[in-house]
């Protein structure tokens, strides 16, 4: 989670990756009649898939490659992950005025390698984790973020969950069912972790809650890296999203999770103040919301945790940053999750 793709920099590395040769990548364009590749620069900072800034015919895109799918390192929920990727940025062209990427081919087959791949638009501005804003300039930008979660969230489903895992009758049962794959994805690498299981005891308290939960698209993974910025002639600014692979269907809430990183909902004053001056169902700040909000906190600090174990090796920083990024985002929402009031 919480990543970009379109950073230059030192290659992130994961067991996840499965990287190519330049000469692969230009023969793959070559089959798919995508023009004669002049440049190619790897990206950096995804700790998922591999990708790459290609030039072909003087037009920047950019290729992602997926893990192969019988690798080992990939948590329950990420089985054939790129396949809703695509879906989901197809569906958020087609229904929203949200800038996200065009792709231009899509290869699921394995046919010209044994990994799904696809080829897209490379947005023009920078991710906003590299944009130099002010504070009030971060302000404005932010209440525009929250615009565009209120225009995602007018997308609705009629059943809950990850496509890839099956989908469930309403909102618990998929966010239990969610939860039950990363304990056993935890136990499977022989890890156990407790904070988990006190987080699938207490949505049970929660029951009743979860279960009147409205369906909406969730991307659940906008955080800063995944939010690209762009100054417009006449100095305003647009947004754009990537990254819908982590998307879902279940709690709209769930898309405040990333920014204003571990504060409250209703503390979240400019992504509110955006959203509800769009939505015609505004979030109000109250206690069931936030209840609601800290399920899937935790879920994600679960994630977190979990993850560790199957993208980095224990020499690897972030084995630990993972660890105690996660547990606090457990131990944040069990905090509210295990309290009545």
């Known amino acids: ?45 995804g700790e998922f898939n591999s990708a790459y800034s ?28 790129m396949r809703q990727e695509v879906a989901f940025y197809q569906i958020l062209r087609e229904k929203t005025d949200v800038r996200v990427p065009e792709i231009y081919c899509a290869d699921f087959s394995e046919s010209l390698i044994p990994a799904h791949w696809f080829v897209m638009e490379k947005l023009s501005g920078v991710p906003l984790t590299d944009a130099n804003l002010s504070g009030s300039e971060k302000a404005r930008v932010y209440e525009e973020i929250g615009a565009i979660l209120a225009q995602l969230h007018t997308v609705t489903g009629t059943a809950f969950g990850y496509v890839q895992n099956g989908l469930c009758e309403n909102w618990y049962l998929a966010v239990r069912n969610m939860i039950e794959n990363l304990l056993a994805d935890c136990k499977k690498a022989g890890k156990r972790c407790k904070l988990g299981e006190r987080l699938l005891a ?51 809430l769930g898309d405040f999770c990333s920014l204003d990183f571990s504060k409250p909902l209703s503390e979240k004053t400019a992504l509110l103040k955006g959203y509800n001056r769009v939505s015609s169902v505004p979030i109000l700040g109250t206690r069931e919301e936030e209840i609601r909000y800290r399920v899937l906190c935790g879920y994600l600090g679960l994630i977190m945790y979990t993850e560790r174990f199957y993208r980095y090796k224990r020499t690897q920083k972030k084995y630990y940053v993972n660890a105690v990024g996660g547990k606090k985002m457990l131990s944040d929402a069990l905090r509210v999750l295990e309290t009545d009031e």
């Open 54 to 81: 290609v030039t072909a015919n003087g037009r920047e895109c950019v290729l992602k490659i997926a893990p192969r799918q019988n690798n080992e390192h990939i948590l329950t929920y990420e089985t054939d992950l």
């Open 202 to 252: 207490a949505i049970r308290r929660h029951k009743a809650l979860l279960e009147s939960v409205p369906c909406t698209y969730v991307h659940f993974d906008v955080w800063e890296g995944n939010v690209f910025y762009r100054v417009n002639e006449n100095g305003g600014f647009s947004l754009a999203l990537i990254d819908t692979e982590r998307g879902l269907w279940g709690d709209r």
């Open 1 to 45: 989670m919480v990543r970009s793709y379109l950073q230059r920099g030192t290659v992130m590395k994961s067991m996840t990756k499965f990287s190519v040769s330049e000469d692969v990548i230009k023969k793959l364009f070559t089959e798919k009649n995508l023009g004669v590749v002049t440049k190619i620069v790897p990206l950096t900072a």
